[in-house]
């Protein structure tokens, strides 16, 4: 994962353009994603989809001809959107077009300008103590121009028609967690899952972030309410401090509880964030009107860890490990959903689980305590339950419950219950 990290960081990736594109050219190498372009102007919603944006070079030089700033260098260096310049100022009007961080001295911020027309140079503040006095040569050769919005989207089926949601952005320059951990980890979900049974189809977008989603939805929405059970907007998931989860509006989906559940499994210290500290596409998925059953998996959130948007966010913040822990997070998830059903012991009573071999034969003190945990699931196992539920009474984890549900099934005392509801569950 860290390779393919690797491999994408360099490209300057915006809401439109080239960048974009070559990002999708790279990971249909290992996936099969297939590519949608959108106008610019075809309405989503509230929203309008902008002009398409190309650069290809921008500089600061002073009158000896020194580059002082460089795109080349940093892709950072460019606000985001930037008109086409090429002119010659003097300090006090560049200054007008800076930016930095004071706070950060030695971190490049990541600014951009989508819906608004405006240049501008994003630098250290160190470096912008050192200007001086003179005449800058000022250079920014890019283009808005009438063109597309690029998307991605992966279906992979299932034996069902209902649907698991992953989204992830692919809208972010070179910053590794934010955003290049989420679309890495998640074509490495991808790869997986078409190599595992599945009970579900999964239905993956990469998209530019926030844009993207409005357009996704504005062309899928009925379809997603109709057929999603769970959805997981994947950001953030490449450093090794921490695990976290936004949750949806009312914290009560499907999503919700597995979240919950796969990354207490991991962690008992993750950090559940509440939808008030929403910021990724979550907001979207989540509004009134859309209510997807979404919720948002990162390792340390976006907002949250001080290299956030600027040019410490690279590749030594993002580890191999850390882009693993991303990953196994989504896979926990995933393979929370597919083993999620409703179960029915077949007898009243307790079941005489001794001539099955699968209790204790010798009665003593203690001799119940091995197959507790089974005992208990087998009390809710009433059909009503699912067994992140009935995992969640009994306070154990659904990993510890998937062997014993399996002697269960063999040995005949318990069945699922064949009845697919719209929460995507058995019961």
Request: hydrophobic content about 35%.
């Amino acid at each position: 994962m860290h390779e393919l990290a690797t491999r994408l960081f360099p490209i300057c990736r915006s809401l439109t353009g080239p960048g974009v594109r070559e990002t999708f050219r790279i990971l249909q190498e290992s996936i099969p994603i297939q590519i949608h372009e959108v106008p610019t102007g075809t309405p989503v919603f509230d929203w309008i989809v902008p002009r398409e944006w190309t650069i290809r070079e921008a500089f600061i030089a002073d009158s000896s001809g020194r580059r002082i700033v460089d795109f080349q260098l940093n892709n950072l260096h460019v606000v985001g959107y930037s008109i086409p310049i090429d002119r010659r100022m003097n300090l006090a009007e560049l200054n007008e077009h800076l930016f930095s961080l004071p706070d950060q001295p030695d971190a490049i911020p990541y600014v951009t300008s989508y819906y608004q027309e405006r240049w501008g140079f994003c630098l250290t503040h160190r470096q912008r103590l050192q200007l001086k006095p003179d005449v800058y040569h000022v250079r920014i050769d890019s283009d808005l121009k009438e063109g597309s919005l690029t998307y991605g989207e992966c279906i992979i089926p299932g034996s069902s028609a209902k649907e698991v949601f992953l989204s992830t952005y692919v809208c972010h320059p070179s910053m590794a967690n934010n955003e290049l951990s989420g679309p890495v980890v998640t074509t490495f979900v991808c790869q997986w899952l078409q190599s595992q049974p599945r009970f579900y189809t999964y239905r993956i977008a990469f998209i530019p972030e926030t844009i993207g989603s409005l357009t996704y939805m504005s062309r899928n929405l009925e379809y997603l309410r109709q057929n999603v059970v769970a959805g997981f907007n994947v950001s953030c998931v490449g450093d090794e401090r921490a695990f976290s989860y936004v949750s949806s509006r009312y914290a009560n989906t499907l999503a919700d509880r597995v979240a919950r559940h796969s990354l207490r499994s991991m962690s008992p210290h993750f950090v559940t964030f509440s939808y008030l500290d929403r910021g990724s596409d979550e907001r979207q998925y989540c509004s009134p009107g859309a209510d997807l059953p979404v919720v948002g998996l990162s390792r340390s959130k976006y907002g949250t860890y001080p290299e956030y948007h600027t040019s410490l966010d690279n590749l030594n913040l993002v580890t191999a490990s850390g882009l693993a822990g991303g990953y196994e997070m989504v896979r926990r998830c995933i393979e929370v959903l597919e083993e999620n059903f409703y179960y029915q012991v077949n007898c009243v009573g307790e079941p005489c689980l001794g001539k099955r071999g699968l209790y204790p034969t010798l009665s003593q003190k203690g001799s119940a305590n091995s197959v507790k945990s089974m005992m208990d699931f087998i009390a809710y196992a009433d059909g009503k339950n699912d067994l992140l539920r009935i995992a969640e009474i009994i306070g154990v984890s659904v990993w510890d419950l998937f062997p014993m549900i399996e002697k269960l099934t063999n040995a005949g005392v318990i069945s699922k219950v064949e009845t697919l509801h719209s929460s995507g569950s058995f019961q």
